[in-house]
């Protein structure tokens, strides 16, 4: 997708509405419905995502008349629609007739009829049963002037550990190994005698089998995710066959670990995920988040499909949105590449385990309420923007590398420490830059890093062939690479390198690690600076290394290794390589990448004061610059001296921009 360019040229603006479920509901709430939405502003609603059985309440019956009704009332009342597929959860009599397609627990063993996703993912049943309503989507409403998007199916998770499967991922073992003799070295399974002897030996890592091999569990993440992904491939072409021109998504669901969504977005036309935070949860780490999925398709703006407009209510606590949060964190998104507001869910349904989840329309029916008044001042302020931010880019130097198939070996691994933080460690060192509003793109070991002065991996267990060789031609070419700790242990089958670590990484690095440490939780060390600007706290690793290349810049404070390198640097081509060979504090992280931040002279586009963000969008040189205040109580933004005008307000602002407690500004120069 070019730079300016609407996911749907029939809708150019931000996308404002939701989930709508209209067959829980009766014609005359319909209309209300249409009324209301009009009411807030809504201009696109996601239809059809659990209608399975409402469409097909047999298998020789459709009954898609009332989908007709509620495409043609939309259309008549100037609302959107992104049409999904509704195979996130089959039918009763289908999952009665043809049992073989349910899904199997972590033993095996078939699961009844219940929930939603569970479907074996390599059942054949299934996949024709969701191709064919996909078809029949597909060829009824190809021409509907309301259809914006398809929806594939609806957050795609889990696995499956039936004999199905045990079955598809002895094939794809084949493809992938060809031989025995090839998958047993690769796994090492000389490791206890379990070497393969034929391929039927071969069984998923279920919980009363092998779960040791740790090739095994990485090959059947890997496995899984191919194979969820095949089931959207199936709908995606089916009705792209007959819909060329409407584009196509499925929605992801933030830091999820059991499928590469690195995988999953070279198969989507847009990217759109379901954006709900964990109970205090920071703006930074939502904005991660955000930039995660923007980064998917290498910057291509995405939608966010979900947020709960008030509060959730499957987490242990579910707490209201405070009045003006969900516009603050509505224009968060928008600010880190979003081009939509979406919420779950329009109107609460009266049962189910959603009955209690955030809407915009709550049991009472009513609209006067604090949340839709809010969601319709969101309406309003995004009718007043127009196509101003459709497609827009943002620009970043700053790249952290993320990696899916690293998260999951990295966690399997025994040792050194049960839990691994990787997303948590990726997360903090993106801070860093995020404190100082500094933007950084989330990037993946097949992504570009030359647009990149400062690249960051952090806990790069697994190196997969080729990253290192990358990494060296992007430092050589004057970037700065920084990795930490637990990187370069191990190939991309999980086999340790026989160099030692940080393995491919050595070269670049100019260092090798001895031993690692692990510290008990409450136990930390210190990372002192060798010209003795200061010290700083460290815990959970620590890397025992010795220089082959590379200067210390800091050193360890305590214990036997005391004195050992901590921090190092080291000159590579035109570029540096630096190593953190523990987990520093913040304090630690904001210094080192401060220090790079300057060498580069990588700075925000404004000062601003701690807990306001500032983010920019480019549509070509024109920078849409966001100012939101993460805080309850009013801030102030010094503006340089420069005039904007802010699309929010249309107004002129010069000299400072002043903002209430968790206030917007959208400001572009005047």
């Not at 047999?58 to 609302?79: C, V, Y």
């Not at 997969?464 to 991309?492: H, Q």
């Not at 699309?647 to 968790?662: C, K």
């Amino acid at each position: 997708m070019e730079a300016g360019t609407p996911i749907s040229k029939k809708a150019p603006f931000i996308w404002h509405g939701g989930d709508y479920n209209p067959e829980q509901w009766s014609r005359e709430v319909w209309q209300e419905d249409f009324r209301l939405m009009q009411k807030a502003g809504v201009t696109a609603v996601s239809l059809g995502i659990f209608s399975w059985v409402s469409l097909q309440p047999a298998e020789d019956r459709f009954t898609f008349e009332w989908l007709d009704e509620i495409l043609d009332g939309l259309h008549d009342h100037g609302i959107r629609a992104i049409l999904a597929t509704p195979s996130a959860a089959q039918p009763a009599w289908m999952s009665q007739k043809y049992p073989q397609m349910l899904r199997s627990d972590e033993r095996g063993v078939r699961n009844e009829h219940r929930g939603r996703v569970n479907y074996c993912p390599n059942s054949p049943e299934y996949r024709r049963f969701s191709g064919q309503m996909a078809r029949m989507l597909a060829e009824r409403y190809k021409g509907h002037p309301a259809l914006i998007l398809w929806h594939i199916s609806n957050e795609y998770g889990g696995r499956c550990l039936c004999d199905t499967c045990a079955e598809s991922f002895r094939q794809w073992l084949q493809q992938k190994y060809g031989t025995l003799d090839e998958l047993n070295a690769r796994w090492w399974t000389a490791f206890w005698s379990h070497t393969y002897t034929d391929w039927s030996q071969i069984m998923p890592p279920r919980a009363q089998g092998e779960i040791h091999t740790h090739g095994l569990n990485v090959d059947y993440f890997r496995f899984m995710t191919d194979s969820q992904l095949a089931c959207y491939r199936n709908e995606r072409d089916i009705i792209r066959s007959i819909t060329p021109d409407i584009p196509i998504t499925t929605n992801l669901m933030g830091a999820y670990k059991p499928l590469d969504y690195r995988k999953w977005a070279k198969e989507m036309d847009v990217i759109a995920w379901d954006c709900y935070p964990r109970p205090n949860q920071s703006p930074g780490e939502i904005a991660f988040m955000h930039d995660t999925h923007r980064g998917l398709k290498d910057g291509q703006p995405f939608l966010l499909m979900e947020q709960t407009p008030s509060s959730q209510n499957w987490q242990e606590i579910n707490a209201l949105k405070r009045p003006g949060v969900l516009r603050l964190w509505s224009y968060l998104a928008v600010a880190h590449g979003a081009d939509s507001v979406l919420y779950f869910q329009w109107r609460r349904g009266r049962g189910g385990c959603e009955k209690l989840h955030g809407a915009v329309i709550e049991h009472s029916g009513s609209s006067d309420t604090r949340v839709f008044r809010e969601v319709s001042q969101i309406g309003e302020e995004l009718k007043q923007l127009g196509d101003a931010i459709i497609g827009t880019r943002l620009k970043s130097r700053v790249g952290i590398l993320f990696d899916w198939d690293n998260w999951h070996a990295a966690d399997d691994a025994i040792g050194p420490v049960w839990n691994k933080r990787y997303y948590e460690t990726v997360c903090r060192h993106y801070l860093a830059f995020y404190r100082r509003n500094v933007p950084a793109d989330v990037v993946f070991p097949d992504s570009d890093f030359s647009q990149y002065d400062v690249l960051v991996a952090p806990m790069m267990y697994m190196v997969k062939p080729g990253l290192a060789e990358k990494v060296e031609a992007f430092t050589a070419k004057g970037g700065t690479f920084v990795c930490t700790y637990f990187s370069g242990i191990v190939d991309e089958t999980d086999l340790a390198f026989e160099n030692g670590y940080p393995g491919p990484f050595s070269r670049v690095l100019g260092i090798h690690v001895e031993e690692i440490d692990a510290l008990y939780e409450g136990q930390t060390n210190t990372i002192v600076m060798s010209d003795g600007s200061g010290s700083y706290s460290c815990r959970h690793l620590a890397d025992l290394l010795h220089l082959e290349s590379a200067e210390a810049i800091a050193t360890y404070g305590s214990d036997f290794y005391q004195g050992m390198p901590a921090l190092t640097r080291h000159a590579y081509g035109e570029g540096c390589a630096y190593y953190v060979a523990s987990d520093p504090d913040d304090a630690c992280l904001d210094r080192l990448y401060g220090d790079i931040m300057r060498s580069h002279g990588i700075a925000p586009v404004l000062e601003a004061p701690s807990g306001v963000e500032i983010a920019v969008r480019y549509q070509g040189d024109q920078a849409i610059t966001f100012v939101l205040n993460h805080h309850s109580q009013p801030a102030t933004v010094d503006l340089d001296g420069s005039d904007y005008h802010d699309l929010l307000t249309g107004q002129t602002v010069s000299g400072a921009l002043s903002l209430d407690g968790y206030g917007v500004g959208i400001l572009i120069t005047h």
